[in-house]
Every structure is written in C-alpha cells, then in structure tokens.
C-alpha cells in the first residue's frame, strides 16, 4: 500500500523510502488502478532503503526491455545467478527492483523497474521473438526467468 506525501515529494512504499519529482494526488486517480498510475507517474531520484538485484544486459535484450517490450528476463542456471536469486541457505532472496544497465560502469544507459519475482524452468521455453529482431532460444529445466513490472527510472539512454 502507498501513502502519499505530496508536500514532501515523498512516497513510502513496501517499507522502502523512494523520493520523487511528481506525484498525482489521490483525487484524480481511480481507485481499482491507484498504485500502477501513481508508480509510473513517479521518478526515482534515490531509492533509500529499497532491494535493488542489478543486472548487465547487452543491446538487443536492453532496447527491447527499456521500450516494455520485453518484461522477462531469462538467465542460465550459473553459481552467479543463484548467488543472486537465493541466500546461502536457499531461501529465495526478496527485492524491491531490478537495476539493468546496457554495459558496465556508471555513464552506461540503464533503467530501473519493479521486481515481480522469479521462476525456475522446470521444462523448455518457446522461442521468443521481438520487435528489434532479438530471438530468444535455448532456455530450458533448471534455467531461471525474472519477471519485470513498470519503469520507474531510466537514465543516460543518450550514450548507446
């Protein structure tokens, strides 16, 4: 549940403290879709607090993701990325959002957006095509897809 501090440019969401620009006030949202309009109207400048799971991408996966094409992220089944999907103990981690960045450093493109959680294949996925010519193959039992809601943030999409 949110509450909304339109004074203070300040939205309390999930135990996180996420500062924002703009926020729509309460009565011109409608009720059933208040969270989705007012998340997406929001832009992060710090996310204090928040579980952040950041990701590298390579172009093609990058511009179809950015753009919401893409809302899934499929990862080999690697010591890395269980390292980052479950603690030492199995239990699988919690985040707030996922930070994807198009190379590495901090001037590279990227864009956040919520984490909607995760799924180990337990049988092969389908061959997924998208817009940009990006195909998807190969993922099967035991490899993971991480789920993505809205963009919250993105930044330096100049620099491709």
Known sequence: MFLYYAQRNIVWCSGCLIKATKIQTR??????????KTEQ????????GCRLLHLSLK?????????????EEFRK?????????FDKDDNEKEYDYIKFVNGYGSD??????????FMECYMN???RKYS???????????????????IVESGNLGCR
């Open 27 to 36: 009565k011109n949202l409608d009720m059933k879709n208040e969270t989705q």
């Open 41 to 48: 109207s929001c832009t992060i400048q710090s996310v204090n």
């Open 59 to 71: 172009k093609e996966p990058f511009s179809v993701m950015v753009t919401g094409e893409k809302r």
């Open 77 to 85: 089944n690697s010591d890395w990325i269980r390292s980052r999907l």
């Open 108 to 117: 590279k493109p990227y864009f956040i957006c919520k984490y909607e959680g």
């Open 125 to 127: 996925v389908a061959e």
């Open 132 to 150: 940009n010519g990006l195909s998807i193959t190969g993922i099967g039992k035991g490899d993971f897809i991480i789920y993505c809601g809205y």
